[in-house]
């Protein structure tokens, strides 16, 4: 069964209905259970669920200390270029914004690897626009040998690329790769997402499938939070990553849950999820995907991240610049993807995780 086959399943279920069945009793049987299943997990998620938010919590934590220690890996983002021929009305990198495209030579890339490798840094994520003529499968495979002259662990989030191009990455350096499906509702993704060849709903789908059997160590998933129904939205992001733990055994799973920020173009999101919904979120992806890492990035405030951190989080961004050049002496005036909220310095979210009982992990990874 392909994962489409999975969405098409449930993609009538009256979730609405469901929800409002949800009595306090299948709530704490999920909680109970050691192997929740699809519908345990949807009633974690139910409006109902909110009153058993310290019961969650709980097990989140004890699951997160079980699978991961006490410990927060730590990633930093480096944009490599902001050209792009989609037109998603969210993002800041939309063809259609007046913004100055860049895109760095390997010259710079270079700069920005060392500025970045003095935080001590050693999992490094590089990011592009999705404009295939700008950032080819060459660049793309030059930049990547030339990151991992610097760091242990070399991340990509580009667009979608065929098996044998995650394989080729991988055999330059990359051993992980993101690829957020933005929305899992078919109707809301056509709405959003205008022009470009991300417009093809199935071929961003199924690429965090192709990223496993091209060799990828780590894919990582997300639902921008606020596009579509939002607990909708996540019931599939975790279908998704299940999918795939169960699937391909040798790849690691890791979710992110990125909220609605800012970006240019004014776009006003139909829903809002509310710092109570998100914990209840996290907490409930936590206890039905116990192995998955969890990415809180600095979208969230310096405070929230912080007291989130007993919660499920095992994954965090530091540092971060979301425009193309901001690390060294490179950088130029720029529109950023989508605004930062968390602008402390790696060394402060270092030690704020520190001052909460936990270790900032900054290498977890040798590539042998």
Known sequence: ?????????????????????????DIQRALAKDKPGPMDFLALLSPRATGHLEAMA????????????????????????????NGCAYCGFNHQNPILRR??????????AKAIAQTGMQHVLFLTGEAHHMTPMDYLLDAAKLLKRHFASVAIEVYPLEVEEYRQLHEAGVDSMTMFQETYDEAVYKRVHLAGKKMDYHWRLNAPERAAQGGMRVVNLGALL???????????????????ENKYLETE???????????EGDFQPDYLVDDKTFVQFM???RIFLPRAGLTISTR???????????LGATRFSAGSCTGVGGY???????TPQFEITDARSVEEVAQAIIAHGYQPVYKDWDCI
């Open 253 to 263: 799973v890791a979710i992110s849950l990125p909220r609605f920020n800012e970006a």
């Open 300 to 310: 969230e405030s310096a405070t929230f991240r912080d007291r989130n951190l007993p």
């Open 103 to 112: 895109k760095l030579s390997l010259e710079e890339i270079e700069i920005e």
């Open 58 to 85: 709980r097990k989140a934590h004890q699951l997160t200390v079980q699978y991961f220690g006490r410990t927060v890996q730590m990633f930093i983002p480096l944009y490599i270029s902001n050209h792009c021929n």
């Open 283 to 285: 907490t409930a992806l």
């Open 328 to 334: 060294s002496e490179i950088r130029v005036e720029q």
């Open 1 to 25: 069964m392909s994962f489409y086959e999975v969405v098409t399943q449930y993609r009538d279920f009256d979730v609405p209905g469901f929800f409002n069945q949800v009595g306090d009793a």
């Open 226 to 244: 606020g596009l579509a129904e939002p607990r909708r939205d996540l019931f599939f992001t975790a279908l998704h990553a299940r999918y795939l």
